[in-house]
Nanobody, 117 residues
């Protein structure tokens, strides 16, 4: 079983920054990719940023240049640095992890990010 625990959400003014972290624990041996999704009421879940085990990153067009995803392999954490935040970034952000062992996707409980104008 794999557990993901997110932290770092909160309220920030437009133009500000937040840093989300996700700690992965449990029984696993490697991963194919990790990343962040977000969901706002009335909208489908959106992929925000992902990073593969080889360090290849992929960003949604709406966040490219403002957000940076990174991994600390020693600590089994994935981080999302969010700069120049805008009200449209307001959402619940979820960390995700795909296990190399069984190709299953695991999700965190979500952390709220609110950007005020």
């Amino acid at each position: 079983q794999v557990q993901l625990v997110e932290s770092g959400g909160g309220l920030v003014q437009a133009g500000g920054s937040l840093r989300l972290s996700c700690a992965v624990s449990g029984s696993f041996s490697g991963f194919t990719h990790m990343g962040w999704y977000r969901r706002t009421p009335g909208k489908q879940r959106e992929s925000v940023a992902t990073i593969t085990s080889l360090g290849r990153t992929n960003y949604a067009a709406s966040v490219r240049g403002r957000f940076t995803v990174s991994i600390n392999n020693a600590k089994n954490t994935v981080t999302l640095q969010m700069n120049s935040l805008a009200p449209e970034d307001t959402a619940v952000y979820y960390c995700t992890f795909r296990s190399l062992m069984n190709n299953n996707d695991y999700w965190g409980q979500g952390t709220q990010v609110t950007v005020s104008s």
